[in-house]
């Protein structure tokens, strides 16, 4: 079997919460299903979570432009665009504390990849945004952990 050892199954825990709406949201599941302590996977997957953060910020305008340039994109484009700046609205008067609550609420269409977008649009400084989405991540992923791991109840 190919997960047939904890370090593949670990790593394959890693690499789930890095996907686009996935993310650490089903990564924890997933770690428990694996039978790891709720403190590994919490670990594994909020810096997992984080590794694709800084590239979506820095190269997110830049990818969305060439996109537009394609026909069969444009459409893609335009719709991660209109979520981005439908979030950034939200966020403009509080950025920093905004962003980090965008992430840590930890439901469908929120979470890193998301807040990634939205601070690329709202041109945050790199060190804020990852900072924010960061503490953003941690929270979600003690909330998703709590929840997934039976600890609340």
């Known amino acids: 079997m190919i997960l047939d050892t904890p370090f593949k ?3 394959a825990v890693f690499l789930l919460s890095m996907v686009p709406v996935i993310e650490l949201r089903g990564a924890v599941p ?3 299903l694996y039978d790891f302590p709720w403190e590994v996977a919490y670990l ?3 810096v997992g979570n984080m590794v694709p953060v800084p590239f979506i910020i820095l190269f997110a305008r830049k990818i969305i432009n060439w996109m537009k340039r394609w026909e069969k994109l444009r459409t893609l484009a335009h719709k991660l665009e209109q979520k981005a700046h439908r979030n950034s609205k939200k966020l403009e008067r509080f950025r920093w504390l905004g962003l980090c ?3 840590a609420i930890p439901l469908p269409g929120t979470g890193a990849w998301t807040g ?3 601070a690329s649009v709202l041109q945050m ?4 945004a990852i ?3 960061g ?3 941690m929270i979600a992923g003690i909330i998703v952990t709590l929840i997934s791991y039976g600890i609340l109840g």
């Open 125 to 128: 400084r790199l060190r804020d």
């Open 131 to 133: 900072s924010a989405i």
């Open 101 to 103: 609550f965008l992430v």
């Open 116 to 118: 990634a977008l939205v």
């Open 135 to 137: 503490v953003g991540c």
């Open 30 to 32: 997933a770690a428990m």
């Open 9 to 11: 199954q670990l790593a």
């Open 44 to 46: 594994v997957t909020v």
